[in-house]
T-cell receptor, first 113, second 115 residues
Framework: AQSVSQHNHHVILSEAASLELGCNYS??????LFWYVQYPGQHLQLLLK??????LVKGIKGFEAEFIKSKFSFNLRKPSVQWSDTAEYFC???????????FGAGTRLAVHP | EAGVAQSPRYKIIEKRQSVAFWCNPI?????LYWYQQILGQGPKLLIQ????????DSQLPKDRFSAERLKGVDSTLKIQPAKLEDSAVYLC?????????????FGPGTRLTVL
């Protein structure tokens, strides 16, 4: 069965620190990859997505992610975090005709000023 | 463009009662999804519709959960009877085909507490 693993459940950083959140998946076929973010009190929002092409994708708010097919990974990065990046981040893998999503358990990021 | 709408936002019921949630997808989105998100976990797909037909309901506990999308737009998810373990946030999402694949957009969710 497909699964998505997010390595860190809680991450605490100071402003201006660099961020990397890990995401690995298990699925042998063609996948589409997503990162969603949930800010406190808000609903899930799309941060970025990878369907095909350049494995380095850029999303909103300065986030980027790199798809490494050989490692089944899709790690999220940001060179310098801000307090407003405090949120929960979910990695999701889509497959099949309608892109059925399997989500990771999420990583809760707290950024201290 | 309006997002996915859901109601109610919060619901508290006692076990063995029934409850229903409503979702209105983004206009023009033919695909609609219901997810269950238990505290500390990622969302888990319960059921997926394409227009008014069910595409995938393999993870829907059919003995107590039901969902419909009669006219291919709004959808309702019902739980009857509810159990304590049904306490969760129920998310609705809809999607459109863009760039060769479907991208899902989520509503605010309904937080259900079963006492």
């Amino acid at each position: 069965a497909q699964s998505v693993s997010q390595h860190n459940h809680h991450v605490i950083l100071s402003e201006a620190a660099s961020l990397e959140l890990g995401c690995n998946y298990s699925y042998g076929g063609t996948v589409n990859l997503f990162w969603y973010v949930q800010y406190p009190g808000q609903h899930l929002q799309l941060l970025l997505k990878y369907f095909s092409g350049d494995p380095l994708v850029k999303g909103i708010k300065g986030f980027e992610a790199e798809f490494i097919k050989s490692k089944f990974s899709f790690n999220l990065r940001k060179p310098s975090v801000q307090w407003s990046d405090t949120a929960e981040y979910f990695c999701a893998v889509g497959s099949g005709g309608y892109n059925k999503l399997i989500f990771g358990a999420g990583t809760r990021l707290a950024v201290h000023p | 463009e309006a997002g996915v709408a859901q109601s109610p936002r919060y619901k508290i019921i006692e076990k063995r009662q029934s409850v229903a949630f409503w979702c209105n997808p983004i206009s023009g989105h033919a695909t609609l999804y219901w997810y269950q998100q238990i505290l500390g976990q990622g969302p888990k797909l319960l059921i997926q519709f394409q227009n008014n037909g069910v595409v995938d309901d393999s993870q829907l506990p059919k003995d107590r959960f039901s969902a419909e999308r009669l006219k291919g737009v709004d959808s309702t998810l019902k739980i009857q009877p509810a159990k304590l373990e049904d306490s969760a946030v129920y998310l609705c999402a809809s999607s459109s085909l863009s760039g060769g694949a479907y991208t899902q957009y989520f509503g605010p969710g309904t937080r259900l507490t079963v006492l």
